[in-house]
């Protein structure tokens, strides 16, 4: 039998008061590209950071290819790539060394992380510019290297928190092109995004997360002729009741 | 542990030592122009106030002809400045001078009362004088001692001679041994053991501004999601400030060596103080971790940082020196006072490194650090996850 990529079994995290994820049940197949939708406070990065041990759910359980997140996340660790929400990269290290880097802290040896490097470097547009520190980037260029650092150990299964939030829409349009070959070598993607085409565009399925509940879950097709609407933002806009929390 | 990981992380971290301007002359620049400006201008210290000096005395008079050598350590005991130790070997009482227990130490010669005896039978007749001559040793690591105690104790001699005044032509002369032995030390030379210490302090502000920065920017997220594991982390960022703080320890010498200061001492000597300003680097990554815990953000964690700065910098360094002594007390509850101390009795004192004064130091310094680095890992585990 083959193991699911993420299995979540009634998945709940409490802060205090407050219920971020309430009673999760998931499965996610390996090779598949999964859109996590729902409103800013929605619950989307509670739910990344649990699958990646960042904190500890209250209650419930969930696998990663097979290993338990809590008792071996160090396993699951070298299975999964994350690209969170912050453009987190080293300014004072060129982008070439930031990957060096991170090659090196999942454990790859110098050929592989040349390798590696310089595929994705390539891939993002970034080669001539692997070199200069990268305080001197764009923040589009940035946001790419972010991407590049959480895939440089070519993980089997990729968190990508907002993955495109303030790119240009060629840049957008790149990083789509190489999700979408991600998933062309059998790997698993995870992806949160505010932008309803990119889902529509990027996802064999999608599940709209709201108050920390799974509220609709299928293929992105399937939702908009459910609820008899024109696209994907209409089916957020109505099974949600609102647009965007930050807008209203 | 996997060292590969532990290496890319200490060697990350000095590349942004090397690279951040801001970081580069915090740790490096501000403790070089620091010791230029301050060895180049200052001009000593004030005065010591009412300090009391530990004075040991070897009496190598026969013990029924010590008159006058009891009638000299009485008058001297009584001067409050004075406590008198009694030895009954140089050896001992060198050791204690070379380790700072004492400042100084005055050897009573055999022919002392004989001295006096001859002078008060013909006072005005030179050629029927028994000469004596008294060595006094000095803490070469107190500039007040070697200024304040010898024109005390020549005073003392003159009066016991009914002598105003320091004749030109006394039987009895004070031979002051350290400033026969040695060069004049200058207010540099006895800053300078100090000098190490200030330099290592700002690795407090560095360390926990790079933690709260990384929290910041998500860095520290990053890190925690890939297979690092704590000890990983915590050991590369132990490791790189020890390797800052050599460095810095190496630049801070060149620049005292290049302003004047050379201590008598041999290379086991200088290996060991460099072992002794690296272990004391860990205490600063400890209390960088204890600032980076109450920091909420990179700015407020300089600021903050001064809260350990300081009283390490003025309690432990050379500053302390010139300090009260209620200060100098309150020093102790520092490591840094326990390293400056150590380098004094070892660059300053000649003190062995085996000597019970240096062993000490370094015992409490590691001790101190150690537990330092403990309660900043637990801190700042327990508030943000490494």
Same mark, same amino acid.
């Given at each position: 039998?083959?193991?699911?990529a993420?299995?979540?079994?009634?998945?709940?995290?409490?802060?205090?008061?407050?219920?971020?994820?309430?009673?999760?049940?998931?499965?996610?197949?390996?090779?598949?590209?999964?859109?996590?939708l729902?409103?800013n406070?929605?619950?989307?990065?509670?739910?990344?950071?649990?699958?990646?041990?960042?904190? +500890?759910?209250? #209650?419930?359980k969930?696998?990663?290819?097979?290993?338990?997140?809590?008792?071996?996340?160090?396993?699951?660790?070298?299975?999964?790539?994350?690209?969170?929400?912050?453009t987190?990269?080293?300014?004072?290290? #060129?982008?070439?060394?930031?990957?060096?880097?991170?090659? +090196?802290?999942?454990?790859?040896?110098?050929?592989?992380?040349?390798?590696?490097?310089?595929?994705?470097l390539? +891939?993002?547009g970034?080669?001539?510019?692997?070199?200069?520190?990268?305080?001197?980037?764009?923040?589009?260029?940035?946001?790419?290297? #972010?991407? #590049?650092?959480?895939?440089?150990h070519?993980?089997?299964?990729?968190?990508?928190?907002?993955?495109?939030?303030?790119?240009?829409?060629?840049s957008?349009?790149?990083?789509?092109?190489?999700?979408k070959?991600?998933?062309?070598n059998?790997?698993?993607?995870?992806?949160?995004?505010h932008?309803?085409?990119?889902?529509?565009?990027?996802?064999?399925?999608?599940?709209?997360?709201?108050?920390?509940?799974?509220?609709?879950?299928?293929?992105?097709?399937?939702?908009?002729?459910?609820?008899?609407?024109?696209?994907?933002?209409?089916?957020?806009?109505?099974?949600?009741?609102?647009?965007?929390?930050?807008?209203? | 542990?996997?060292?590969?990981?532990?290496?890319?992380?200490?060697k990350?971290?000095?590349?942004?030592?090397?690279?951040?301007?801001?970081?580069?002359?915090?740790?490096?620049? *501000?403790?070089?122009?620091?010791?230029?400006?301050?060895?180049?201008?200052?001009?000593?210290?004030?005065?010591?106030?009412?300090?009391?000096?530990?004075?040991?005395?070897?009496?190598?008079?026969?013990?029924?002809?010590?008159h006058?050598?009891?009638?000299?350590?009485?008058?001297?005991?009584?001067?409050?400045?004075?406590?008198?130790?009694?030895?009954?070997?140089?050896?001992?009482?060198?050791?204690?001078?070379?380790?700072?227990?004492?400042?100084a130490?005055?050897?009573?010669?055999?022919?002392?009362?004989?001295?006096?005896?001859s002078?008060?039978?013909?006072?005005n007749?030179?050629?029927?004088?028994?000469?004596?001559?008294?060595?006094?040793?000095?803490?070469?690591?107190?500039?007040?001692?070697?200024? !304040?105690? =010898? =024109?005390?104790?020549?005073?003392?001699?003159?009066?016991?001679?009914?002598?105003?005044?320091?004749?030109?032509?006394?039987?009895?002369?004070?031979?002051?041994?350290?400033?026969?032995?040695?060069?004049q030390?200058?207010?540099?030379?006895?800053m300078?053991?100090?000098?190490?210490? @200030?330099?290592?302090?700002?690795?407090?502000?560095?360390?926990?501004?790079?933690?709260?920065?990384?929290?910041?920017?998500?860095?520290?997220?990053?890190?925690?999601?890939?297979?690092?594991?704590?000890?990983?982390?915590?050991?590369s960022?132990?490791?790189?400030?020890? %390797?800052?703080?050599?460095?810095?320890?190496?630049?801070? @010498?060149?620049?005292?060596?290049?302003?004047g200061?050379?201590?008598?001492?041999?290379i086991?000597s200088?290996?060991?103080?460099?072992?002794?300003?690296?272990?004391?680097?860990?205490?600063?990554?400890? *209390?960088?971790?204890?600032?980076?815990?109450?920091?909420?953000?990179?700015?407020?964690?300089?600021?903050?940082?001064?809260?350990?700065?300081?009283?390490?910098? @003025?309690?432990?360094?050379?500053?302390?020196?010139?300090?009260?002594?209620?200060?100098?007390?309150?020093?102790?509850? %520092?490591?840094?006072?326990?390293?400056?101390?150590?380098?004094?009795?070892?660059?300053?004192?000649?003190?062995?490194?085996a000597?019970a004064?240096?062993?000490?130091?370094?015992?409490?310094?590691?001790?101190?650090?150690? !537990?330092?680095?403990? %309660?900043?890992?637990?801190?700042?585990?327990?508030?943000?996850?490494?």
């Open positions: 039998m083959i193991e699911p993420i299995k979540i079994e009634q998945l709940t995290k409490n802060y205090e008061d407050t219920v971020a994820v309430d009673n999760l049940t998931l499965q996610v197949e390996k090779g598949e590209l999964f859109g996590l729902g409103p406070g929605a619950g989307k990065t509670t739910i990344i950071n649990v699958l990646c041990g960042l904190i +500890k759910p209250t #209650s419930g969930a696998k990663i290819c097979g290993f338990d997140i809590q008792k071996d996340i160090q396993k699951v660790k070298g299975l999964i790539g994350v690209c969170i929400q912050e987190a990269i080293y300014p004072y290290l #060129s982008g070439k060394e930031n990957l060096e880097l991170f090659g +090196k802290l999942y454990n790859m040896n110098k050929k592989a992380i040349k390798e590696r490097s310089n595929m994705l390539e +891939k993002m970034l080669k001539d510019d692997a070199k200069r520190v990268t305080a001197k980037y764009s923040g589009g260029m940035k946001r790419r290297l #972010s991407l #590049s650092l959480a895939l440089i070519d993980p089997q299964i990729a968190f990508l928190d907002e993955p495109t939030v303030a790119m240009d829409p060629q957008r349009h790149a990083v789509w092109d190489f999700i070959e991600q998933k062309t059998g790997k698993t993607v995870i992806l949160t995004t932008y309803m085409e990119e889902a529509e565009e990027l996802c064999d399925r999608v599940g709209i997360i709201d108050h920390g509940k799974l509220i609709a879950l299928g293929t992105p097709k399937e939702l908009i002729a459910k609820n008899n609407v024109k696209n994907l933002e209409e089916v957020f806009i109505q099974l949600t009741g609102r647009n965007m929390r930050e807008e209203l | 542990m996997n060292i590969q990981r532990v290496l890319a992380l200490t990350k971290e000095l590349k942004k030592t090397i690279r951040e301007p801001a970081v580069l002359f915090m740790i490096f620049l *501000f403790p070089i122009v620091f010791v230029f400006a301050f060895g180049a201008s200052f001009g000593g210290f004030g005065s010591g106030g009412s300090a009391t000096y530990q004075v040991g005395v070897v009496n190598l008079e026969s013990s029924g002809n010590q006058w050598s009891l009638a000299f350590t009485d008058t001297l005991s009584n001067l409050t400045m004075f406590n008198m130790n009694v030895y009954t070997d140089n050896q001992t009482a060198q050791s204690d001078l070379s380790q700072g227990k004492i400042q130490v005055i050897i009573i010669p055999a022919s002392f009362s004989d001295s006096v005896t002078y008060s039978n013909a006072p007749n030179a050629n029927q004088w028994v000469n004596t001559t008294i060595p006094l040793y000095l803490d070469k690591g107190s500039l007040v001692a070697t200024q !304040a105690i =010898p =024109p005390i104790m020549q005073q003392v001699l003159s009066s016991m001679l009914n002598q105003n005044q320091p004749a030109l032509q006394s039987p009895i002369q004070l031979q002051t041994a350290s400033l026969v032995e040695v060069k030390s200058s207010a540099f030379d006895f300078a053991p100090g000098m190490f210490t @200030f330099a290592s302090i700002f690795l407090i502000m560095m360390v926990a501004q790079s933690f709260t920065q990384d929290r910041e920017n998500g860095m520290m997220k990053r890190i925690r999601i890939s297979p690092t594991t704590p000890t990983e982390f915590m050991t960022q132990v490791l790189s400030y020890i %390797v800052i703080a050599l460095i810095q320890a190496v630049l801070v @010498f060149a620049m005292v060596y290049a302003m200061f050379r201590p008598d001492v041999g086991l200088y290996m060991f103080a460099f072992i002794l300003v690296l272990v004391f680097s860990v205490s600063n990554v400890g *209390f960088g971790l204890i600032t980076a815990t109450i920091a909420k953000s990179s700015s407020a964690a300089t600021g903050l940082s001064f809260l350990f700065v300081l009283p390490q910098l @003025f309690l432990g360094t050379f500053v302390g020196a010139s300090l009260s002594g209620a200060a100098q007390i309150a020093g102790k509850f %520092v490591p840094s006072y326990y390293v400056t101390d150590a380098l004094t009795s070892l660059f300053l004192r000649g003190a062995p490194i000597s004064t240096i062993l000490l130091d370094l015992a409490t310094v590691s001790v101190s650090c150690v !537990a330092i680095l403990a %309660v900043g890992i637990v801190l700042y585990g327990k508030y943000y996850k490494i």
